[in-house]
């Protein structure tokens, strides 16, 4: 099967993570899968909301916007109420950060991880969970450096990616175009450990076998780790500076 840009089924598009992209956000991380750009920053506030005050734990949560101009057509500013897919992918993205930080360790404070969309190809959720743990950790050595807390308190690196069935192939990464012609797509959370943080897959024309499901879990496993080894380097672009 030819792909539409040319790469092999098992075949990541160019990623790039720029760290410390904005000036103020404790974390401020840029990620290009692709044709997809995204801008995820880490904000931190000294206070917890009500559902854990007096739990001795911190918060982290997430927003997600599609910026005008980001798509083929113009996406209107959702000021008044967000969308149902916007709700379903912040919540995500919220989620599956959230199981990456033993969130005991944080201190009675919140993460806001905010992610915003520049340029969207497919992969829009997945790009801003990968950046997302990025960002998070640029956030937590902030804390570090300024004494707020004692250790980094990650649990396992998570990452993301989207994968798919097209022409009855399975693939890893669907740009728009194959997206919107997939047979079956899904979106899959991993951790450094090879656990499952979250799945999400829908049957768009045929149902899905549990050996393609089997298939399509591997190659997301594939894919994770690359862009898990791609965080490390990014991280340690900084790492000997910032610590």
Same mark, same amino acid.
């Given at each position: 099967?030819?792909?539409?840009?040319?790469?092999?089924?098992?075949?990541?598009?160019?990623?790039?993570?720029?760290?410390?992209?904005? &000036?103020?956000?404790?974390?401020? #991380?840029?990620?290009?899968?692709?044709?997809?750009?995204?801008?995820?920053?880490?904000? =931190?506030?000294?206070?917890?909301?009500?559902?854990?005050?007096?739990?001795?734990?911190?918060?982290?949560?997430?927003?997600?916007?599609?910026?005008?101009?980001?798509?083929?057509?113009?996406?209107?500013?959702?000021?008044?109420?967000?969308?149902?897919?916007?709700?379903?992918?912040?919540?995500?993205?919220?989620?599956?950060?959230?199981?990456?930080?033993?969130?005991?360790?944080?201190?009675?404070?919140?993460?806001?991880?905010?992610?915003?969309?520049?340029?969207?190809?497919?992969?829009?959720?997945?790009?801003?969970?990968?950046?997302?743990?990025?960002?998070?950790?640029?956030?937590?050595?902030?804390?570090?450096?300024?004494?707020?807390?004692?250790? =980094?308190?990650?649990?396992? +690196?998570?990452?993301?990616?989207?994968?798919? #069935?097209?022409?009855?192939?399975?693939?890893?990464?669907?740009?728009?175009?194959?997206?919107?012609?997939?047979?079956?797509?899904?979106?899959?959370?991993?951790?450094?450990? /090879?656990?499952?943080?979250?799945?999400?897959?829908?049957?768009?024309?045929? +149902?899905?076998?549990?050996?393609?499901?089997?298939?399509?879990?591997?190659?997301? &496993?594939? /894919?994770?780790?690359?862009?898990?080894?791609?965080?490390?380097?990014?991280?340690?672009?900084?790492? /000997?500076?910032?610590?």
């Amino acid at each position: 099967m030819q792909r539409t840009d040319g790469r092999q089924p098992d075949q990541l598009r160019p990623v790039c993570i720029t760290r410390n992209y904005t &000036k103020y956000a404790p974390g401020s #991380v840029f990620i290009e899968l692709g044709d997809t750009k995204v801008l995820v920053t880490a904000t =931190i506030e000294e206070r917890t909301p009500r559902h854990v005050v007096d739990e001795n734990t911190g918060w982290l949560t997430a927003e997600y916007a599609l910026l005008p101009g980001s798509t083929h057509t113009r996406v209107n500013r959702e000021r008044l109420k967000i969308s149902g897919r916007t709700q379903e992918i912040q919540r995500l993205v919220g989620r599956s950060i959230r199981a990456c930080i033993d969130l005991t360790r944080l201190g009675d404070r919140t993460i806001t991880l905010d992610a915003d969309v520049i340029q969207a190809d497919g992969g829009t959720r997945t790009a801003s969970i990968t950046a997302g743990y990025v960002a998070l950790m640029d956030a937590l050595l902030h804390l570090k450096r300024n004494n707020l807390i004692q250790d =980094i308190p990650i649990i396992s +690196p998570v990452a993301a990616i989207s994968v798919g #069935v097209l022409d009855g192939v399975p693939i890893l990464d669907l740009n728009y175009e194959e997206d919107s012609a997939a047979e079956v797509d899904a979106n899959i959370v991993m951790n450094a450990n /090879g656990e499952i943080v979250e799945f999400q897959a829908t049957s768009e024309k045929s +149902p899905l076998s549990q050996k393609d499901l089997l298939e399509l879990l591997e190659l997301g &496993k594939k /894919g994770i780790q690359e862009l898990l080894e791609i965080q490390k380097q990014a991280l340690g672009l900084l790492e /000997g500076a910032s610590l």
